[in-house]
């Protein structure tokens, strides 16, 4: 995945190695639940989240490097929230997390999800309404 600007790759097996933290998808950046729900959680939340554990907390969405900086942007995500860009839908593919979105949005895009990782190795896995930062919160406190 790239944060910022093709090319800046992340390696997101690198980012969790020997941390705990979150990973959450989001369908489209800059779409109304996604905007108004799903992201601002996580940035609300961001201290509460790190004080249990959460060394990084990463927000992917099949979008390009340039529209996921300027959401994080518009989202006032830096230092809380790294935005990265599963432009090739690569990332998505490779967790079998596919969604078809070409009606709404054009694309193949990514379900709602998100993932407590620790060390690599995914422990808890939420879906859809199990995917917003109260969720992630209750299971690193676990």
Not at 17 to 29: D, E, N, S, T
Request: one cysteine or more.
């Amino acid at each position: 995945v790239d944060e910022g600007k093709p090319g800046e790759t992340v390696n997101v097996r690198e980012l969790f190695k020997g941390k705990k933290g979150i990973l959450f998808a989001v369908p489209g950046a800059f779409t109304p639940t996604c905007s108004e729900k799903h992201l601002p959680g996580f940035l609300d939340g961001a201290e509460e989240l790190k004080a249990a554990g959460a060394e990084v907390i990463a927000c992917v969405s099949v979008n390009d490097p340039f529209v996921m900086a300027a959401w994080g942007k518009d989202q006032n995500a830096e230092g809380k929230v790294r935005m990265l860009a599963d432009t090739k839908c690569e990332l998505t593919k490779a967790l079998d997390m596919e969604l078809d979105a070409t009606g709404k949005l054009g694309s193949i895009r990514s379900k709602r999800y998100a993932m407590l990782v620790d060390d690599g190795k995914i422990t808890k896995l939420g879906m859809d309404d199990d995917s917003f930062a109260p969720s992630m919160l209750a299971a690193l406190k676990a």
